[in-house]
């Protein structure tokens, strides 16, 4: 039977020989193989459902730090996602923006952060800092860089109930299983 992890929203069951956890959702999250010597091995998972959010990318440092409009080292490195300080990889960007989880930043993984100024020198060796003094607003952005918002798609879905007399726009996107009632529009 399945418990709930730590992460909000997400149904984890006991993982393998370590006792740690393993996630049926769709994100992150490491398994205590060695709790002894702090080594951890990691489990792979897609962030968000397909069906739901559609990833782009992987983009360049140079092009993430841009969208962050912040400043970084120029290094040769491909970002295919974001993530939290936590669990996020050498491929994926994550940010800091509140001192108190500056404990986090010390132990991540990540291959970028997004950090004010001031937080820069925390930054691990291996991980790159992508300075700016609104860490919150370029992690927006960059979230947003890998995950757009979808383009509307003009029509009506097939499942879709659209009463007699009621009235869409061509240019209107009705999705699944929407309900318009006569006399609205």
Request: net charge neutral; aromatic share 6%; hydrophobic share 40%.
């Amino acid at each position: 039977m399945a418990s709930r992890c730590s992460i909000p929203s997400v149904r984890s069951k006991p993982g393998p020989a370590c006792g740690g956890m393993i996630s049926e959702g769709h994100v992150r999250i490491w398994l205590s193989a060695k709790p002894a010597s702090g080594e951890h091995d990691m489990v792979e998972a897609t962030m968000g459902n397909a069906r739901f959010f559609r990833r782009s990318g992987p983009y360049p440092l140079a092009l993430v730090t841009n969208t962050a409009r912040g400043i970084a080292d120029d290094l040769e490195l491909l970002l295919e996602g974001v993530a939290p300080l936590q669990t996020a990889g050498p491929n994926e960007v994550s940010f800091l923006d509140n001192q108190r989880y500056a404990s986090a930043l010390d132990q991540t993984l990540a291959g970028a952060v997004i950090v004010h100024p001031d937080m820069a020198a925390r930054v691990p060796t291996g991980t790159v800092a992508i300075q700016t003094t609104e860490p919150y607003a370029a992690w927006a952005r960059v979230a947003a860089l890998f995950y757009p918002v979808p383009s509307v798609s003009p029509g009506i879905h097939p499942s879709a109930i659209v009463a007699e007399g009621a009235r869409v726009d061509p240019s209107a996107e009705v999705g699944p299983l929407s309900v318009i009632r006569p006399g609205q529009r």
